[in-house]
Nanobody
């Protein structure tokens, strides 16, 4: 059974950092495209970052997060990560790990996602 479990959300002050983890089971993260999406209050779900299958190519789709966010993968732990630095109030959202459809390349399209994690809340507040 394919499963994604997000860890690492929480409350952080502006300027702080968080690392989100997405632990996968039922498949090997090395061979699939995975990504992070988020849904802020009152907004639609949007793609944040994506890492391609087999390789290390990553994409950041939210312009305001470029330079502050990075995505990585640990094949041995079957886990992908989203490192977020210099967090801002507007980064407050539920963050979701996403497994893309087989053989799909990176994108920020919700329709390209096959399976979602349950989400983890990130709240940036002073």
């Amino acid at each position: 059974q394919l499963q994604l479990v997000e860890l690492g959300g929480g409350l952080v002050q502006p300027g702080g950092s968080l690392r989100l983890s997405c632990v996968a089971s039922g498949f090997s993260v090395e061979y699939y495209t995975l990504g992070w999406f988020r849904r802020a209050p009152g907004k639609e779900r949007e793609g944040v970052s994506c890492i391609s299958s087999r390789g290390t190519t990553t994409n950041i789709y939210v312009d305001s997060m470029k330079g502050r966010v990075s995505m990585s993968r640990d094949n041995a732990k079957n886990t992908v990560y989203l490192q977020m630095n210099s967090l801002k109030f507007e980064d407050t959202a539920v963050y979701y790990c996403a497994l893309y459809r087989r053989d799909y390349a990176c994108s920020n399209r919700v329709r390209d996602v096959f399976t979602w994690g349950q989400g983890t809340q990130v709240t940036v507040s002073s």
